[in-house]
């Protein structure tokens, strides 16, 4: 059962959260010289296209990167990914496209770095095996991405980032992400790990948090961007990643952004934003 398809959603709110994230931690690892490995294990089509029908259907876009392209009051670490984006563009100051998390990983990689993408959906594995046909640092994975990963840790040099963005359709990705946190833990304890969560019931992420916490995994903070106030069951109103062994600096950053974000890219009333140590060092 493979029914979602992140076209419809790409350069939403919840991207932007994930995608700010993802460039500063893979931005800190290009610190060093020694090469890294990252590993997406939902990697999607790797681009959108934002005037095809998907994209267009609700245009969630339009009320995510849209309002922060153009704009020169964007904190740092925002204005890095609006950077990576404008640079991703076939035409010069629209926005056309939306890159997913396996070409911005590309955009950020040198010749030392490695991507392994884990996709499982036919078509959408298609599309991702074609924008990076060209790569020979990226390699493609048809396969269940919990599983991959964990054949390809801990990398050779110890440095890398795993980012974990499920759909969530199926419930027990909530326990799933749980089990593989602490599998990825006991494996490659000197790497990162960045698990994407959708706010669709509050209940749901406190029994997320409470899970974590439990897991005996230490070091994960959490960020969260609501773009309204929680509706219980109606709709995702914001989301959330949750990061083990996050870059130093990533906190301070997403306190600078998070709460920009919460105002310039709210649809309601209520918007919020989190940036808190769920489990300590
Ligand atoms: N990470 C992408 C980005 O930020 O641009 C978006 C990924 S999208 C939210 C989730 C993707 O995971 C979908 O394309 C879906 O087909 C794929 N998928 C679902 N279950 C999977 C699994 N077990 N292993 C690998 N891919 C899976």
Redesign the pocket.
């Known amino acids: 059962m493979?029914s979602?398809?992140?076209g419809f959603h790409?350069g939403n709110h919840a991207?932007v959260i994930?995608?700010v994230v993802l460039v500063h931690l893979l931005e800190h690892l290009c610190r060093k010289t020694k090469g890294w490995r990252y590993v997406?294990?939902?990697?999607?089509?790797?681009r959108y296209d934002l005037h095809d029908e998907r994209a267009l259907k609700k245009a969630e876009h339009a009320d995510g990167i849209a309002r922060l392209i153009g704009r020169d009051d964007l904190p740092p670490a925002v204005s890095r990914l609006v950077e990576l984006i404008r640079g991703q563009q076939p035409g010069a100051g629209a926005l056309d496209v939306y890159p997913?998390?396996?070409l911005i990983a590309l955009a950020l990689a040198r010749p030392q770095d490695e991507l392994h993408l884990?996709?499982?959906?036919p078509r959408?594995h298609e599309a991702l095996m074609a924008h990076l046909a060209a790569d020979a640092n990226a390699h493609v994975h048809r396969?269940?991405?919990?599983r991959g990963a964990l054949g390809l840790l801990p990398p050779p040099t110890r440095r890398g980032l795993v980012?974990v963005?499920?759909?969530y359709e199926r419930k027990q990705d909530y326990e799933q992400v749980v089990r593989f946190l602490q599998q990825v833990h006991r494996r490659f304890a000197t790497g990162t790990v960045a698990i994407w969560y959708p706010l669709v019931s509050r209940a749901r992420i406190d029994a997320l948090c409470a899970a974590l916490r439990a897991a005996d995994v230490p070091d994960l903070l959490r960020a969260e961007l609501c773009v309204r106030a929680d509706a219980e069951g109606f709709g995702m109103t914001g989301s959330g990643m949750i990061v083990f062994r996050p870059a130093f600096t990533l906190a301070a950053a997403l306190e600078e952004s998070l709460p920009f974000l919460a105002n310039v890219l709210a649809t309601g009333p209520g918007s919020a934003w989190t940036v808190e140590t769920l489990v300590p060092e």
């Open positions: 493979l979602y398809l992140h790409a991207d994930k995608h997406d294990t939902h990697a999607g089509a790797g997913g998390s396996p884990h996709e499982l959906h959408e396969q269940d991405g919990f980012l963005d499920p759909s």
